[in-house]
C-alpha cells in the first residue's frame, strides 16, 4: 500500500466507498464526489487494465479507449510493479460475471 495515500481523511472516504450497493448508487456519490473529467479519466484507466490483462497491445487500446500510451504506460507499470489493486478487482469481476452465467 502507498503510505502517502494512508490518512483518516482517506479511509473515510474508502468506508464510505464501502457502503455503496448498486451501480446506481456509485454514479450518484461520484457525481457528487468527482468532476466529470475525473470519472472518465478513471473509468478509462481501469479499462486500460482490462484490455492490458487481456494481452491486447497498445495500438487496440489506443484505438478503442482513446487513452494515451503514457496513460497506457502508467496502468501498465501498475499492474506490474503496483500494489495489486487493479489485478484484484479485475479478477473478482471476472468471477462475478462467471458465476451470472452459470445456472443456479
Not at 2 to 11: A, G, I, P, Q, R
Not at 35 to 45: F, G, H, L, N, Y
Not at 69 to 91: C, E, K, P
Request: hydrophobic share 35%.
Amino acid at each position: 500500500m502507498n503510505e502517502k495515500l494512508k490518512s483518516k481523511n482517506t479511509d473515510d472516504l474508502f468506508q464510505a466507498i464501502l457502503t455503496l450497493k448498486t451501480v446506481e448508487e456509485c454514479y450518484a456519490f461520484f457525481d457528487d464526489l468527482c468532476t466529470v473529467p475525473e470519472i472518465k479519466a478513471m473509468s478509462q484507466r481501469f479499462s486500460v487494465a482490462r484490455m492490458l490483462e487481456k494481452g491486447e497491445i497498445y495500438n487496440e487500446i489506443v484505438e478503442e479507449t482513446g487513452a494515451s500510451t503514457a496513460t497506457i504506460s502508467r496502468v501498465n507499470r501498475a499492474l506490474h510493479y503496483g500494489s495489486d489493486g487493479y489485478s484484484m478487482t479485475i479478477s473478482r469481476l471476472r468471477e462475478t460475471e462467471k458465476n451470472k452465467g452459470e445456472p443456479k
